[in-house]
């Protein structure tokens, strides 16, 4: 059988990037889908090469309405939700503390934040029901450590693990579990669209962000959206069921710190500037 076979999820950013890689995992791995996404035309032509089990559903997860009705969608059409993926977001508000647009800010944190909780309420008042279910969230290594991501987006993801806990103890009584994952540097199409570059341009900077981002870990390669995606598989499957309340890192070792290659270097070129008496 299948590692999600008969699930049925919504999937929030479903259209490209980790989202898509997403959506093609669960749905290879058994489950039907919901794409749930703002972009439309991407989100209907991935429903029709994937077939009857996927459909998209226009949803800007900002709007409780509109995450509402996507989550209603899946029951409509299948009969169920097991799976709750809030992964759509963006970079953000960025710049100096100083210098914060703050309507940027408020529509950052719609997106972040917002989003994340109401795909959580309308998500979990089903999986209640059900007495079942499984609540992912996309949070980030810029929520548990300094450096990785802009200031409120970093705030942001921070607030997701930390709601996902708090939600976890919650509904961990009617059988629902949350988890959040925290990627690191993932080559997808946000890092072209946070420089202002359209859909389609944004998608050329894929190839090469790969080059940039093998560098910067100790696993020298850069993070794809198959390897979220098959963390949220393993998290939205039943082998996973005694798993609540956890923020999973994966980030190649990012999060480790200092490469110890470069440290050694550092140290060496340290120690080369010193000349101890008698070796001279």
Known sequence: MAQLEGKVAVITGGASGIGEGTVRKFVGSGARVVISDVQDARGQKLAEELGPSASFYHTDVAEE???RAAVAHAVQKWGRLDVMFNNAGYGGVSGSICDVD???YDATVAVLLRGVVLGMKHAGRVMKDQGSGSIIST???AGVGIGFGPHVYSAAKAAVIHLTKSVANELGESGVRANAICPGGIAT????????LSAEQADLTVELMKDRLAMGQPIRRAGLPE?????AAWLASDEASFVTGHALVVDGGITTGRLWSERQQA???RLAQFKLPGNQ
């Open 65 to 67: 309405e509109e995450v």
């Open 102 to 104: 703050m309507a940027q």
């Open 139 to 141: 949070a980030s290594v």
């Open 189 to 196: 199409p946000i890092f072209g669209k946070g420089m202002g």
């Open 227 to 231: 390897d979220i995606a098959n963390a």
């Open 267 to 269: 140290s060496e070129a």
